[in-house]
């Protein structure tokens, strides 16, 4: 039987293909410790992974190497997620790394991811089903252990800022083995009992393992099915918990979710004080405005108002008296004006100072000795008349 032969890259391409077909090296977890650590001017980072057996070459791309919140380096021990495939051209398996942590958190820190990737898929997170808080409830209650000083700076709180608000507190269990199901069953009793209008759920700072409680999926889910508002207020300023995500408020501390939860009396009542000055000095001044206006516009009886109309129009007839007196003055000085230039140009002026006009019989003027003869008849215009005359 003759055998079959095959190409490096037929060989190479066959392994890829069973590699990238096996479930659990699709998305895997690996846990090693750096070493031969290169950051590429491109952006990838080339890491071997290794531990006391072996080494395994890795490759994590630029845009999952952006995402880091730390800087990777030999010697550290780290959590890789990925899958394993084969680089064909150099025909070697290796590790191509999507999410990479420091080891120690270890496998807590993926249970927290994957609980928060599904139920945020779920729609657990979604801002748009979050309940508002009460501004005034009536009842807190609040959900945490009896002791400690976040349940003391919870009550400091809510007395100091609204002493009339009751507190109500179902001491649960918020660490160690059955800290979930504590904290669920004081969900669900307020909820069952109705007696309170805002649920504090909360505790103190701690590692990531104290805080467990408040990353069930269990208390997720109680969180969100809770009809009666829910902020969260678990002790720690950065980190978050699943719990802070499904509720409808999250707050840093167990004082600041008091401080959320109740309003201030004392901010109230300085409130109310200065809207009840600003609506008294409202109040006066439209009083005053109204005083004013019903002082010129009060009632009056008819005669009153003849007695009005005829002194307005008395006023108008005498305004319209000295107008027309002041026109007629004004047209005068005119006139006069005219007649004296007219006066001026008129030819009788000229005649009143001894010179005569001589016209012939046609009426036209004669202007020179040398428009007549010896005989011919004309008309001589003195000041007072005319006369007839005939040239010698």
């Not at 999410?99 to 270890?106: C, L």
């Not at 820190?109 to 994957?114: D, L, P, R, S």
């Amino acid at each position: 039987m003759e055998p079959k032969i095959a190409t490096v890259s037929q060989i190479n391409g066959y392994v890829k293909k069973i590699l990238d077909h096996n479930i659990i090296l699709n998305n895997v977890w690996v846990k090693g410790e750096i070493s031969n650590y290169k950051r590429h001017y491109s952006g990838h980072l080339y890491i071997t992974l290794k531990d006391e057996g072996g080494v395994l070459k890795s490759v994590m791309f630029r845009g999952a190497a952006a995402t880091l919140a730390f800087e990777p380096s030999d010697g550290m021990k780290v959590m890789a997620r990925g899958r394993v495939s084969v680089y064909e051209a150099g025909g070697a398996y290796q590790l191509y790394i999507e999410e990479m942590i420091p080891d120690g958190v270890g496998e807590l820190y993926i249970a927290y991811e994957q609980l928060k990737r599904r139920l945020e898929e779920e729609g657990l997170f979604d801002e748009c089903r979050k309940k508002p808080i009460p501004k005034f409830p009536k009842a807190v209650g609040v959900v945490t252990a009896p002791t400690g000083a976040a349940v003391r700076d919870v009550i400091n709180v809510i007395t100091r800022r609204c002493p009339m608000t009751e507190i109500i507190i179902y001491p649960a269990q918020v660490q160690g083995v059955g800290a979930a199901e504590s904290v669920v069953k004081a969900i669900e009793y307020f909820n069952a009992t109705r007696e309170v209008d805002t649920l504090i759920v909360g505790r103190g700072g701690g590692s990531i393992e104290d805080l467990w409680a408040f990353n069930e999926e269990i208390t997720a889910r109680a969180i969100y099915a809770s009809k009666i508002p829910v902020i969260s207020a678990v002790g720690h300023e950065t980190d978050f918990t699943i719990a802070d995500f499904v509720a409808d408020l999250r707050a840093p501390t167990p004082s600041a979710a008091a401080e959320i939860a109740v309003p201030s009396v004392i901010e109230l009542v300085n409130r109310i004080s200065t809207d009840k000055n600003r609506i008294l000095q409202n109040i006066t001044s439209r009083i005053e405005s109204s005083r004013l206006l019903l002082k010129r516009f009060k009632m009056k009886t008819p005669k009153d108002r003849v007695d009005e109309y005829s002194l307005r129009v008395d006023a108008l007839t005498r305004s319209m008296e000295s107008s027309l007196k002041m026109k007629t003055m004004s047209l005068r000085r005119a006139f006069s004006e005219q007649a004296a230039k007219l006066d001026a140009l008129s030819p009788l002026q000229t005649l009143s100072r001894g010179y005569a006009i001589p016209t012939r019989a046609d009426g036209a003027v004669i202007r020179s000795v040398g428009e007549v003869k010896s005989g011919d008849e004309f008309t001589l215009r003195l000041k007072d008349g005319s006369k007839d005359c005939v040239v010698k």
